[in-house]
């Protein structure tokens, strides 16, 4: 399968429904100079671009929205805007994003539009104590969940922290979707509330080329579909990484059957 988008790199897409349109709002990988090391530092992104269409299936044609907002541009951020969301209330769309702060700190930070093509103005401060964010859409709420199960001795999270997380509703059920880190899979859970407890239902995509599975699923005109990344179009380079689309197709007892990227 085709990147969704090639006159760019990028990645960490979270893909929305509005006003009858698919929007993606991912990150934008470039090219660096910049070694891999642990601390990420190869994910040098400086900007961000929005992209939609109006269909999926059959697919139409991509519209780069150019740069939505820059680093350069919000005071408190040194570098790296990372994996952002989006969500819209009252008529406004708000663009949530990770960034560096002047101390080289991870943030939360948000910028606003009256369009969800932007432009967005960021605020001129992060989120106080934010973490992450997570839009529900049609429960009209939003929460900024930081949830954590800690060993007996009470001095340590029980189990790994799980990545690139992803929350939505389908059927009366919360679908819990996440990376599964080294091994590559993305997986899925589900719960009858947005705080869970989540009963562990099984894979949605193998793993793919590339060292990350960010992603997001989204339903447009009756159909689910998943935004992922890999890194075919740059032949495996880790930091240039491409959004792609696959549908979702669902087993007769409504679970998701298990995908691979082509």
Known sequence: MPPL????????????????????YPSHDRETDIQFNDNGDQYDMADYHVF???SLDPLEPVIDHGVVLKAEDIPWVSKQLWAPDAATKNGKFYLYFPARDKEGIFRIGVAVGNKPEGPFTPEPEPIKGALALTPLGDDKFALAPRVAKLTDDMLQFQGEVQEAAWLYKKDGLYHFSYSTGDTHYLAYATGTSPVGPFTYAGRILEPVLGWTTHHS???F???????????ELSKGVDHLRSVKVKEIKFDAEGKIITMKSD
Do not use: M, Q
Not at 5 to 24: E, K, L, M
Not at 221 to 226: A, D, F, P, Y
């Open 52 to 54: 939609s269409t109006s």
């Open 217 to 219: 699923i989204v339903e």
């Open 221 to 231: 005109n009756g159909k689910w579909w998943l935004f992922y990344h890999d890194c």
């Open 5 to 24: 988008i090639t006159n760019v790199y990028t990645a960490d897409p979270s893909a929305h429904a509005f006003n009858g349109r698919v929007y993606i």
